[in-house]
């Protein structure tokens, strides 16, 4: 067999800024750690990285090792430190299986898979929780290996948010609501959803601002503290981000949540000025969805939270149903 790291050539590593040039699984570089030191663990587990490539190879083999490996209140092994695997055209792929730690002990694991002779895609989702020191990939030595097929949308959508944007709580890290878009519409992203810790600081606003993304999707309403922190840093970000982007399409959305209460319709208030005001001052390339729309007239919301504030995979696919349709039109403009 012979084997490829992930820093190879052609393996291709779709989700990390700057990965040609500094080759760290990591979705922070360390300065902007430096300046959000909440970011420190959070900002290197690789959630919404993919690793691409095209092969021939019947069969071939993961192996990962971790640096860290820890229990998830929430999530299971399977959702919190597995890859997932597909193989063919990104809309229609099949799921081969995934690549998963033994137990809570074992940091270096491995599986072989196995499809067809031809040359095809293989799309490989890195396991969202953990910070990942090494991976390799063997294929049999008669095959070939290729660069991935491009993505249709190549200039990815940049997600800046909570959990929820991380994916917290889907069963596998194929089934947050962006992952899923970003193989409806054949879409590369950036996943910066952080757990508890996206707020709104400007020094993000700043990094975004180096990166080439075709759109970006601002969603922090969850981690905000409280109302008045929203009001100090939405619009501020905002700004921040328009300045040096004044033609970037930037979608604004609320948190999904199943019974809209006082907190959170203040919360959506905040947002929405936000949204007004630009629209009043001329900006026609911004965008609001109401959190409160993906599941409000839903018989059945109860069934889409696994906490009353973490969707599962039913509440991320309400999402999608209205989230895509707006992305979709964005793109196509």
Known sequence: MKEYTYKDYPIKIFG????????????LPDDVIEKV?????????????????????????????????????????YACQS??????????SRFLGICNPYNYESKIFENTFTKSDEMEDVTIFLPRNEIIKTFSIFIEDEAEILPPTPYKYSTPILYYGSSITEGGIACNVTNGYNAVISRHLDADYYNLGFSGSA????????????????????????????????????????KRIR????????????????????????????????YKNAIDSGDKNVYFIDGETFFKDDPDKE???????????????????????????????
Do not use: W
């Not at 690789?46 to 971790?66: C, D, H, I, Q, Y």
């Not at 080439?212 to 009001?231: G, M, Q, T, W």
């Open 16 to 27: 990390i800024p700057d990965f040609d040039k500094h080759k760290k699984i990591t979705r």
């Open 37 to 77: 030191p909440s970011l420190e663990f959070l900002g290197r587990r690789p959630m919404g990285v993919r690793a691409g490539f095209r092969t021939n190879s019947k069969k071939f083999t993961l192996k990962f090792e971790f640096e860290t490996l820890s229990v998830d209140i929430g999530m299971s092994i």
């Open 83 to 92: 890859a997932f695997v597909f193989v063919g055209e990104r809309k229609t």
């Open 199 to 238: 707020k709104g600081e400007l020094a993000m606003a700043d990094f975004i601002n180096t990166l080439d993304i075709s759109l970006f999707v601002y969603d922090y309403d969850h981690n905000a503290p409280d109302v008045e922190h929203l009001k100090r840093t939405h619009e501020p970000f905002f």
């Open 243 to 274: 300045e040096s982007k004044p033609d970037l399409p930037i979608l604004m959305m609320t948190r999904p949540y199943a019974n809209y209460g006082s907190d959170e319709q203040a919360r959506k208030e905040v947002v929405y000025t936000t």
């Open 303 to 333: 069934l889409c939270f696994i906490d009353t504030i973490h969707p599962n995979d039913l509440g991320f696919y309400k999402m999608v149903q209205v989230i895509e349709p707006v992305i979709k039109q964005i793109l196509e403009a």
